[in-house]
C-alpha cells in the first residue's frame, strides 16, 4: 500500500507550493473551533489557492465556500407540495436545520434540490424523476439521517434505491480536460448493486462508451471480480467499468473504506494519468490507494460535462436506480489537483466535526423496541431459559429478570469497531450473534466467525423510523421480528421471515431507555 504523499520531498509543486498548502491545512484545521464560527476557509478556497477551482460544489451539511451565504438545498413537504430553500445559519457555516425541522413539523418531505455553490444554475442537481429532471426515480427522505458538523445539527442526503439526482451541466470539464472531484459519503450504507456515483457524466442518459465518464464511485460493486475483501471501495466510474486501479485486474492497494464517514477522492489528467485517495472523514490523513495510468481503452477520455449523483450515467429515466448510498457534501474542479490541495482538503474536512448523532455508543445501555404496530409494546429481549431471541413485552410492571433480559450493553463491533455489538446486561461475555439467520444469545469462542455473527451496523432505520441494525456479515440482512422471533433478514428471499410485508417496520426499532 502507498502511504498518503505528506513528505516535502515528494510534493510536486516545491518549496513555496508546500509552504502554501501547509497553511492552508492549518487554517482548515482551525475552521470549525467553534459551533457558531463560520470556516475561515472551506475546501473550495482551498482548491482555488491551489489552482484547480471548483465548478460545482454540492452539500447539505455546510457551506464549501468561506464566503456562501446562499441556499444549499431545497425540501418539499408532502402535505401540501409546498417548497423551501434551506440555507447557512451564517456565512460559511454549517447548514440551518432549524428551519428544515421547523418547515417538515408533522409531515414528510424530501430533498428535491441540491444547488451548485459555484452559483451555476446548470449545475444544481435534482432529482432524477417526475417532476423533476423526468425519469423513474424519485427524491430522497430528507430527515432520513441527522448528523452534526461541528456540533451543529444538519441532515445528510441518504439515497436509497430509487433515488438519484442529474445536472445538465455548465463549465464542467469535457472531452479530455483534466479534472479533479471528491466526496463524503458514509461507510455505514452502502450496497453491491450499480452505482453510487458522484461526478461527471453523459449528458443523454445513456452509456456512451469508454471515458465518457469520470465519477466517483463508493459500493461494494466488484465490476471485474476477483476482488480482496469485502468493501466498500473508492473506485473510479469510467463508463464500461469500475476501476479500482489503472486495469481490469484488481488493485492489491485497495483497502474497505469502513468508517462512518468517508472521504473519497478521484482525480483524472485526461489523457494518462488517475489518482483515487481514500480516508476516514473524521481523521486527517488520505491513502493514495492508486496513482498511475488510465486504463487501456480510456486515452483520450471522452468527458460530457454533466453532473450524477447516487446513480450511473445510464440511469434513469425507464428504470429506478438500484444503488444505496449517503452524500454529506462534494465538489468537483478544473485541473489536476496537487497532492498538497489534498492533502489540505482532507484536513479541512477533518477540522469540520462530523460525527453521528446515533445512540449506539459503546459502554452505553440499551433497551430496542418494536416499531411495527402490532408490537410497539414489545422490545428485543433473550429467553434465561434457551439462548434464544425474541421480543416480548417489557413495561413498568415487569419482573426485574424481564427488564434486565431486554436490556443490552453497546460493545465496539466485535469485527469492525465501526459497528456494535451487543452483550446481554445480565450475562457478562454472552453476545447477540445469528446462527442459522436466527438471533441466539451465547458467550463469544474467539473466532472470526464469532465476531462477524456478532457484530450489526446502527443506521437510519428502514422505515424512516427509529434505527435498522445491518448483519456485518450479510449486509443486506438487518435484525428483524418476525413472528415474535428474531431473525436478521433480507427484504424478500426464500425463508418465511424473508417475506417483503413489514419488512421494514420489522427491522426498524426505537433505541430506548435502558430497563436495567
Known amino acids: 500500500m502507498v502511504p498518503a504523499l505528506h513528505t516535502l520531498r515528494r510534493l510536486r509543486r516545491g518549496l513555496i507550493g508546500s509552504l502554501a498548502a501547509v497553511a492552508l491545512a492549518f487554517t482548515s484545521l482551525v475552521a470549525f473551533s467553534g459551533a457558531s464560527q463560520a470556516a475561515a476557509q472551506g475546501p473550495c478556497d482551498i482548491y482555488a489557492a491551489g489552482g484547480t477551482p471548483c465548478v460545482a460544489a454540492h452539500s447539505t451539511t455546510r457551506a464549501l465556500f468561506a464566503s456562501y451565504n446562499g441556499p444549499l438545498y431545497q425540501v418539499r413537504r408532502a402535505s401540501d407540495s409546498t417548497s423551501r430553500n434551506i440555507g447557512v445559519r451564517s456565512a460559511g457555516g454549517v447548514a440551518d436545520a432549524a428551519a428544515q425541522d421547523s418547515f417538515c413539523a408533522g409531515t414528510a418531505c424530501t430533498i428535491t434540490r441540491v444547488y451548485d ?24 427522505t430528507a430527515t432520513t439521517e441527522p448528523v452534526t458538523v461541528g456540533g451543529q445539527k444538519a441532515y445528510a442526503l441518504y439515497i436509497n434505491p430509487g ?40 449528458t443523454d ?38 476501476f479500482t486501479g489503472g486495469s481490469a485486474a484488481w488493485n492489491p492497494n485497495q483497502v474497505s473504506e469502513t468508517s462512518h464517514f468517508v472521504t473519497a477522492m478521484l482525480k483524472n489528467n485526461g489523457t494518462t494519468r488517475m489518482a483515487i485517495k481514500g480516508a476516514d472523514a473524521q481523521l486527517g490523513s488520505l491513502t493514495q490507494l492508486y496513482s498511475g495510468s488510465l486504463p487501456s481503452g480510456y486515452n483520450p477520455m471522452h468527458k460530457q460535462g454533466a453532473i450524477i449523483l447516487g446513480s450511473g450515467g445510464d440511469c ?37 466535526g462530523y460525527a453521528t448523532t446515533t445512540p449506539f455508543t459503546p459502554g452505553a445501555r440499551v433497551s430496542l423496541q418494536a416499531t411495527t404496530a402490532c408490537c ?58 445469528h446462527y442459522a439467520f436466527e438471533l441466539h444469545l451465547n458467550p463469544s469462542d474467539g473466532t472470526t466467525q464469532f465476531a462477524a455473527d456478532a457484530t450489526f451496523c446502527p443506521q437510519p432505520g428502514n422505515s424512516g423510523t427509529g434505527y435498522s441494525l445491518r448483519s456485518s456479515n450479510y449486509p443486506a440482512k438487518y435484525i428483524r421480528h418476525y413472528a415474535s422471533t428474531a431473525y436478521i433478514a433480507s427484504n424478500g428471499g426464500t425463508n418465511a421471515w424473508d417475506a417483503t410485508s413489514l419488512w421494514r417496520e420489522d427491522t426498524s426499532w426505537l433505541a430506548a431507555t435502558p430497563w436495567n
Open 205 to 242: 442518459h445513456h452509456a456512451d462508451g469508454n471515458g465518457a465518464m469520470d465519477a466517483i464511485n463508493f459500493g461494494t460493486e466488484c465490476w471485474f471480480g476477483g476482488c480482496g475483501g469485502t468493501g466498500p471501495w473508492v473506485q473510479a466510474d469510467l463508463e464500461n467499468g469500475l
Open 376 to 433: 410497539t409494546s414489545d422490545y428485543l429481549r433473550h429467553d434465561t431459559s434457551d439462548d434464544k431471541v425474541a421480543i416480548g413485552a417489557v413495561t413498568s410492571g415487569s419482573s426485574s429478570t424481564d427488564k434486565a433480559d431486554a436490556t443490552w450493553i453497546v460493545r465496539p463491533g466485535l469485527a469492525n469497531g465501526n459497528c456494535v455489538s451487543f452483550e446481554a446486561a445480565n450475562a457478562s461475555g454472552r453476545y447477540l450473534r
Open 316 to 352: 434513469c429515466q425507464t428504470n429506478k436506480n438500484a444503488s444505496a448510498g449517503t452524500f454529506y457534501e462534494g465538489a468537483m474542479v478544473k485541473g489536476y489537483p496537487s497532492d498538497a490541495t489534498d492533502a489540505a482538503v482532507q484536513a479541512n474536512i477533518a477540522a469540520a
Open 163 to 202: 433515488n438519484s439526482y442529474f445536472a445538465n451541466g455548465s463549465g464542467v470539464p469535457t472531452g479530455s480536460s483534466p479534472e479533479g472531484a471528491y466526496m463524503i459519503t458514509s461507510g455505514s450504507h452502502v450496497n453491491k448493486s450499480c452505482c453510487f456515483d458522484y461526478g461527471n457524466t453523459e
Open 117 to 140: 455553490q459555484t452559483g451555476s444554475s446548470g449545475n444544481t442537481l435534482v432529482y432524477q424523476g417526475p417532476g423533476g429532471t423526468g425519469g423513474a426515480d424519485t427524491a430522497a
